[in-house]
């Protein structure tokens, strides 16, 4: 067996004028059918509402919602014939992922920025994981040197 399980992500747009219980009402609900109908629910996401690329039955916004679930595959067709019938969703896009699950991810962002706030001397990586160099007059002379050595070789 390898290690990389499928999963599904599926992410649904709701209506733009509906209030944010409603919304939270909405999430619940299909979290519950989606347990139900025998999947396994690893991250749920309320991404917020945002500008459509192109207008939807007279809406230029939307809330997006990302449902990340595990399952047999049986369950998409249920949970998305309960999205189609629904007038609150406008529109709902599962994708099959394969790859290693899904971490959850934390819900606040102050958290992080909060942080942040609190250090200021933090490093910013790159994806190579090396510290990301300042222009100061140290690094500078470091730096020229460096690309003389490549030159060289």
């Given amino acids: 067996m390898n290690k990389q399980q499928s999963y599904y992500e599926t992410m649904y ?18 979290n519950k059918l989606l347990e139900e109908f025998g999947g396994k629910i690893l991250d749920s996401q309320m991404r917020g509402k945002r500008r459509l690329a192109y207008q939807i039955s007279k809406h230029r916004e939307g809330i997006y919602v990302q449902l990340s679930h595990q399952g047999d595959g049986q369950h998409i067709f249920k949970i998305e014939k309960s999205m189609r019938l629904s007038d609150d969703v406008i529109r709902y896009m599962t994708v099959k992922q394969e790859g290693p699950l899904p971490t959850p991810r934390p819900s606040s962002k102050s958290s992080t920025q909060t942080e942040n ?11 190579d994981k090396e510290p990301v160099k300042t222009s100061d007059a140290s690094t500078s ?10 030159a060289e070789q």
Wanted: glycine fraction near 0%.
């Fill in 141 to 150: 002379e470091d730096t020229s040197s460096e690309i003389k050595e490549t």
């Fill in 117 to 127: 706030q609190d250090n200021p001397e933090t490093k910013i990586e790159s994806k």
């Fill in 13 to 30: 747009i709701l209506r733009p004028d509906i209030a944010e219980d409603e919304v939270t009402n909405h999430i619940e609900k299909y």
